[in-house]
Structure formats: structure tokens, C-alpha cells
Nanobody, 121 residues
């Protein structure tokens, strides 16, 4: 079973940039072999529902409308990762980000800890 691990989160000022990384838990797993890698964002609050913000499917990137002009998802074969670059960070980008091997339902049992992004002045 494929298990992915997120990293790279932290604090960034509005307008700044931050790059998140998604890597396999086992080096034998290549990110290029995963048909679709998805990034989800969980906004802090009472409702913990995660929203799909970006996908990389068969090399094709796609984005939620709210992040299309600011986020970039890409695969780095040298590092064996799929990265999510957040540009021109906004307060609404704050949250916990998760990467998954494919598009998954909210009740997916394998959500990890994710990596936290905080955007504030």
C-alpha cells in the first residue's frame, strides 16, 4: 500500500511563498508511478472537512479556482517528490495540507498528520 508523507509547512507572511513536499514513505515507491497525486487543505475551524486544492494526474496539473493563479503542483524526479508551491500567500491558505495517492473521500481511513501552513502578518 502506498503511503505518502507531507513536509515543508511553516509560517509565512501574506504575499510570501512556501513550498510543500510530498514523498513516499518507502524509497522503492516512485512518485512517477502514482497516476494521481492530490493535495488537500483543511482549514482550521469547527468543520474539519478537507478541500481538494490541486492534483497532478498523468502529468497534468489541475487546481481549485481559488488557488489556480497562485499554486503550482509539480513532480521532482530527482527528489522523488511531488511538490506544492504556494505563491502570493493569503490568509485563507492557512490550514493543514495533506497529499494522497489519488482522489479520496473525506472518510478515507489513511489520512496522515499533514503539514501545517500559517499565513499571517
Amino acid at each position: 500500500q502506498v503511503k505518502l508523507v507531507e513536509s515543508g509547512g511553516g509560517w509565512v507572511q501574506p504575499g510570501g511563498s512556501l513550498e510543500l513536499t510530498c514523498a513516499p514513505s518507502e524509497s522503492r515507491i516512485t512518485m512517477s508511478s502514482i497516476d494521481t497525486v492530490a493535495w488537500y487543505r483543511q482549514i482550521p475551524g469547527k468543520q474539519r472537512e478537507r478541500e481538494l486544492v490541486a492534483t497532478l494526474s498523468f502529468g497534468y496539473p489541475n487546481y481549485a479556482p481559488s488557488v489556480k493563479d497562485r499554486y503550482t503542483i509539480s513532480r521532482d524526479d530527482a527528489k522523488n517528490t511531488v511538490d506544492l508551491k504556494i505563491g502570493n500567500a493569503k490568509a485563507e491558505d492557512t490550514g493543514v495540507y495533506h497529499c494522497t495517492p489519488g482522489i479520496v473521500p473525506e472518510n478515507w481511513p489513511a489520512w496522515g498528520q499533514g503539514t501545517r501552513v500559517t499565513v499571517s502578518a
